[in-house]
RNA sequence: CGGAGUGUGGCUCAGUCUGGUAGAGCACCGCGUUCGGGACGCGGGGGUCGCAGGUUCAAAUCCUGCCACUCCGACCA
């Protein structure tokens, strides 16, 4: 892509209501344009973030054994009073009505709607295990949205639903998108920690929270240090073997939010010298509920022995939305976004210092076809813009690598190669800087 | 929802107390000089001062109501 003919609106100045980094330099990096309060239009640079992180979980998904679908946003009330979530949800529900008088919501979660779909179609044992998911915008209406896409009202979020037919299975099933959990954080660069939670109004008794470290984050959370250590399970794991030593390795140590936090436990099963008292971003969340919707909404499965029974199910959700942020607070600096390879909106940025000069013209279009050629989509400066404003937005957007080409360096047959991370810079051949770019 | 606050060009803000017909910096457009870490000169365009009423000869400014947004607190991917 080429600068000059994209729209990347960056700013200058921070717009005064963002309070936190991810927000501040989501507005300047021209990502985001907030519409409303908790309601963000997607520039098209935070588009291109959110679609890969989107594309990571569903990889993890599909690998896992999941299936995807897409239900829509907006949900019949009436399905809702089947289970008595109409009412017990309460004011952060949004409600609708339509033309007909017919009351609808523009669904917070879709446990019941999934459990609907369920019933009309599986019959038989035979079916299960069976675990689907889908990442479709929700709305939640917060008492007070805030730091930007971290809690906005409207988000982006990825929510799979596992029914099988028995608690060893549904444990199986659970432990799946708990080893995918680990992968997908994994791989967008996060170091993501499983901790026990209360299930709040999903319902069920075993639940975790996928928290990241940062600073910024919005609970306090104490653990064992070394949880930091373990092995995220690679690309190789069998997903139809028993995972449970990979889930009783990331669960063995101790680790918990504010809200369930134990003290007394925390002395008693850590040693001090291990304890580490931080703040976290909750990334993800896992749940068991059992027989909990299937069985209020009737949504049954005939068993082996002939019995009609209420299928075991979870549900495991990803803050897709809330991940663009959560990124960045956990990799920036006073310049700006330090981009995790995997998630950058794109490979790299080619700075043009002279646009209009043959020599530097025909290099820049020869690294920036090499870089397509190698996959890298990279993205190409050719402004007009004065050449200490571009190295100010290269460092505002930070995509992991900058080739910064001018007359002066290729005069000399060099060019400028500066890695995001970390900030080395180096002066070599364009072959070698491609080289290095191409990995 | 309780408490606090803010709405003035695309952005950051001054002007409001003490009413007199709207400003600055940045951004944008044109010309020129510049060009390796946020250039400079000259010229230019752009604002129903959140909305609706009211007071007044006169309202961004005073009064009333409403709306939006932000921050602190109680709930959540």
């Known amino acids: 892509m080429r600068l000059s ?64 679908l897409l239900m829509p946003t907006l949900q019949l009330a009436d399905l809702w009073r089947e289970t008595g979530r109409y009412d017990d949800y309460g004011a952060e529900m949004l409600r609708i009505t339509d033309r007909n008088e ?23 044992y035979r079916s299960l295990p069976l675990n689907l998911y889908h990442i479709q915008w929700k709305f939640r209406d917060e008492l007070r949205p805030r730091f930007g896409v971290m809690r906005g009202r409207e988000f982006l979020m990825k929510d799979a639903y596992s029914f099988d037919l028995d608690a060893a299975s549904a ?31 999903i319902g069920g008794e075993l639940s975790h929270e996928f928290h990241i470290l940062a600073e910024t984050g919005e609970s306090a959370v104490y653990l064992d240090r070394r949880l930091l250590d373990i092995p995220v399970p690679g690309e190789d794991v069998d997903y139809e073997s028993d995972l449970s030593a990979i889930v009783e390795a990331w669960t063995a140590h101790y680790a918990a939010t504010e809200d369930v936090h134990d003290p007394a436990r925390y002395e008693r099963e850590t040693k001090a010298a291990d304890r580490l008292s931080a703040r976290g971003i909750e990334v993800g969340q896992t749940f068991y509920f059992g027989d909990k919707y299937t069985k209020a909404m009737k949504a049954l499965v005939t068993a082996p022995d002939g019995a009609e029974v209420a299928p075991l199910g979870g549900s495991y959700g990803v803050g897709i939305s809330r991940l663009v942020g959560a990124i960045i607070e956990a990799s920036h600096d006073e310049a700006g976004i330090i981009w995790p390879e995997p998630v950058a909106p794109f490979g790299a940025l080619i700075i043009n210092l002279r646009p209009g000069d043959g020599a530097v013209d025909e290099a820049c279009g020869h690294a920036y076809q090499a870089l397509t050629t190698m996959g890298r989509e990279p993205l190409l400066d050719d402004t007009e813009e004065r050449p200490g404003a571009k190295f ?34 180096q002066e070599v051949s364009l072959d070698r800087a491609l080289e290095v770019i191409g990995g």
């Open 102 to 124: 017919r009351e609808l919501l523009y669904g917070p979660t879709n446990e019941d709607m999934i459990t609907e779909i369920f019933r009309a179609y599986v019959r038989s």
């Open 171 to 201: 444990r199986a099933s659970y432990n799946r998108m708990f080893v995918a959990y680990l992968r997908a954080f994994h791989r967008m660069g996060l170091k993501a920690i499983p901790m026990k939670a209360e299930s709040g109004p």
């Open 392 to 425: 100010a937005t290269a460092d505002l957007i930070g995509l992991p690598w900058q080739l910064i080409i001018g007359p002066r360096g290729l005069a000399q047959g060099q060019v400028e190669l500066k890695r995001r991370a970390g900030g080395e810079r």
């Open 5 to 68: 003919r994209y729209f990347l609106p960056v700013l200058r100045e921070t717009p005064a209501e963002a309070q936190i980094a991810s927000h501040r330099l989501m507005l300047r990096a021209g990502m985001l344009r907030q519409e409303a309060a908790g309601i963000y239009a997607w520039l098209p640079l935070g588009h291109r973030v959110l679609k890969k992180i989107e594309q990571i979980v569903r990889e993890e998904m599909d690998r896992a054994g999941a299936v995807e």
